[in-house]
């Protein structure tokens, strides 16, 4: 098997089980670190978050996008799904579904559904496609219960828009009327000049007809009462090659995709949660793994805070280390790693280049803070929560960077400092 591919497998079972490894991790921290009322605080703290609840919801029982898709034979629907998902994908169609105006596919790789989709290949394109074929088709997508559906043009042409956009609205009116609509303009590094393929290179007459062209669809559905969510402009351009060694699928070999990663965007906001994470996990597993570290880097450095506003000198000290140590070992875990608790505190006094005279120091100001509570009641906890906070946010950061972006360690010390004055300025403006 392809190593790349196993550690992606590795790291799917790792996101599929964060749920059961948080709570093992916390049924495991040591008894002298944290009392189980602490530990109980902790569980519910994480539990009760309502966006984290729903992601980890989602990892449960993920499930492929479905779409449907509206567009005319060349329009580009095969080549926009594999620029969605990075892979040659194989195309599988399914048995009959009750109308000759539509098929049903999956699209598959290394065993891995990535989408389903039902292509309406009669919609605005059959002259058959009358009252019946609408009825039927209109059945057929309701029982598909579809995320999203996806208008497809080509950049380049004019021609049978209004029918399509004509017919299209038929269809959404009739299942309802709710589905997000993606108009997707497609083939847009065919759009003059049409020799630049390179998605960083159009010049500005390129960039001129792409807006042109958007407008005018723009124009069209407005005409027509129809109403789309997005209109975005696409390149699925991508040259392929078979690599020598056996077993290999084709792989890239020019990407002249653009205004891809701006539909990974748009779908992984608007679609079910469940079809959201699994799109992700599938074609952007580093973006689910930063999301939900985001979640928990405010979970904890909130936690961090709480446990600081205790009065009394030094007391919080473990349980902010447990905290800090929880929150690295789960960045860790997206990335498909595994840390003891021994050396994930280790690397709390280097990761990020504070090192280990930094960290002492910052410990020792923060429990000095509390001084303060001897003249003005209150202040000293309140100085070293905003320590404590900004530090669990800062140490959060780094881990992400370090473990989910690559960032060289000897980059993380700006890392850290980056973070401390995101964090400054986001308490700044609350």
Not at 111 to 134: H, L, P
Not at 287 to 301: D, G, H, L, Q
Not at 324 to 342: D, T, V
């Amino acid at each position: 098997m392809n190593p790349k591919f196993e550690e992606m497998q590795k790291r799917l079972t790792h996101i599929g089980n964060l749920n059961n490894y948080i709570e093992d991790l916390l049924q495991k921290v040591p008894g002298n670190l944290v009392s189980d009322k602490q530990r109980k605080k902790l569980i519910e703290a994480i539990t009760d978050d309502e966006d984290l609840g729903d992601l980890l919801e989602g990892l449960k029982n993920p499930r492929p996008p479905r779409f449907v898709l509206v567009g005319r034979t060349g329009v580009g629907k095969s080549s926009l799904v594999n620029a969605m998902s990075g892979k040659y994908l194989a195309e599988v169609s399914d048995v009959e579904i009750g109308t000759k105006e539509a098929r049903k596919f999956t699209y598959e790789a290394d065993g891995q559904v990535y989408f389903e989709v039902i292509d309406t290949r009669g919609i605005g394109e059959s002259e058959t496609f009358n009252t019946k074929a609408e009825d039927e088709l209109t059945e057929v997508v309701r029982e598909f219960r579809p995320d999203a559906l996806l208008f497809l043009q080509k950049a380049t042409e004019r021609g049978h828009i209004d029918k399509d956009v004509i017919a299209t609205k038929k269809l959404m009116d009739k299942t309802g009327g709710d589905l997000p609509l993606v108009a997707i303009l497609t083939h847009i590094d065919e759009l003059n000049p049409s020799r630049i393929k390179e998605p960083d290179g159009y010049p500005v007459e390129k960039l001129n007809l792409i807006s042109e062209k958007k407008a005018q669809l723009a124009r069209i559905f407005d005409e027509h009462g129809l109403e789309a969510t997005a209109i975005l402009p696409v390149s699925s351009y991508i040259e392929w090659e078979r690599p020598e060694e056996d077993g290999g699928g084709p792989r890239i070999a020019f990407d002249g995709r653009r205004g891809i990663e701006e539909l990974l965007d748009f779908l992984e906001e608007n679609l079910d949660v469940r079809a959201a994470i699994h799109l992700g996990l599938t074609v952007r597993l580093n973006r689910v793994a930063m999301r939900i570290s985001e979640r928990f880097i405010k979970i904890f450095s909130a936690l961090s805070a709480t446990v600081a506003l205790s009065p009394i000198i030094a007391t919080d000290i473990a349980v902010l280390l447990t905290l800090q140590s929880i929150l690295l070992m789960i960045i860790a875990y997206l990335s498909g790693r595994e840390l003891e608790f021994r050396t994930a505190r280790e690397l709390l006094v280097s990761l990020g280049g504070i090192g280990a005279t930094g960290f002492t120091l910052r410990m020792i100001a923060q429990q000095g803070s509390k001084f303060a509570n001897l003249l003005f009641p209150g202040a000293g906890s309140a100085i070293s929560a905003g320590i404590a906070s900004g530090g669990t946010y800062a140490i959060g950061k780094a881990a992400v960077a370090y473990y989910l972006r690559g960032v060289p360690e000897d980059q993380l010390r700006q890392v850290v400092e980056d973070a401390r004055r995101e964090y400054d300025e986001q308490q700044e403006n609350e």
